[in-house]
């Protein structure tokens, strides 16, 4: 069974044997019944397929993603997208998000935080946000993070790149702030790129795929004195609700509704 992505190329479906070894670029979709009596590791980066004519509700332990279907598993049922982010979450390979005209977004790694520390450097930029912490406790941060909020939420902060360079230039996304029901837009672009109007571009962005993803509402926590990122959620729609203390800091609470 072939599909080609940018990374999976082939996916292979186990009906008898969960093999030892996998090769790159093949997703592994294994019967439920052959990966209950053959499989005994955690760490075998297979997608397991229901038959819900079969079977019904077994806990399978160390499984991330199940699928669920009438008879044989077949990829022309599936979305390939959804197959595509399935193997790069297995191979800790960073998911792609959305595209916009100059930018792509993508799930962070800690192959990106040397871009960070050099943006996070420049004069002004730590003003209104938290620094970084040491890069030991940025990576573990950083690992943690792919696995409890995008792999649980769907969503996060994450990389945004400039498409005709290649070259990381800041981070955006919808985060989950402790206390609050509903995400958060956060938004941080070098200084080098700013004043281009990339920050409208992915955030309008996002705010378009939070819709189609389902969610409804979104706030921002700004300090007033950031007239830069307050310009900027006055021009997406967002309007003033209340102040709030964090940390003993006064911020404003900024919220929009979205849909599709």
């Known amino acids: 069974m072939k599909y080609k992505g940018r990374f999976l190329n082939v996916i292979e479906y186990i009906k008898d044997e969960v093999p030892e070894r996998f090769s790159e670029g093949t997703l592994y979709v294994a019967d439920e019944q052959v990966f209950l009596k053959k499989n005994t590791r955690s760490d075998i980066p297979v997608l397991v397929y229901r038959d819900t004519l079969k079977t019904k509700g077994n806990y399978l332990d160390g499984v991330k993603y199940i699928l669920e279907g009438v008879g044989d598993f077949d990829p022309a049922d599936q979305d390939p997208e959804y197959l595509e982010n399935v193997y790069r979450r297995l ?5 792609i998000i959305l595209e916009t005209e100059r930018c792509l977004v993508r799930e962070t790694c800690k ?4 871009s960070f520390y050099e943006i996070y450097s420049d004069e002004g930029m730590t003003d209104h946000i938290e620094p970084l912490m040491d890069r030991a406790e940025e990576e573990k941060y950083t690992e943690n993070y792919r696995d409890l909020i995008y792999e649980i939420y769907g969503h996060g902060i994450w990389t945004v790149v400039l498409k005709e360079t290649g070259e990381i230039i800041g981070r955006a996304g919808l985060d989950e702030r402790a206390g609050f029901d509903t995400p958060e837009l956060g938004f941080l672009i070098g200084k080098k790129w700013q004043r281009k109007g990339l920050a409208l ?28 990122s307050v310009s900027l959620l006055s021009k997406l729609g967002f309007l003033a609700s209340e102040d709030v203390i964090i940390n003993g800091e006064i911020l404003t609470k900024y919220a929009l509704k979205i849909t599709e």
Request: proline share 3%; glycine share 8%; aromatic share 2%.
């Open 91 to 95: 191979n800790k390979i960073p998911c």
């Open 111 to 114: 192959d990106d935080l040397g």
């Open 201 to 228: 571009e992915v955030c309008s962005k996002i705010l378009k795929w939070g819709a189609a993803e389902g969610i409804t509402e979104v706030m921002s926590l700004v300090d007033k004195d950031n007239t830069a």
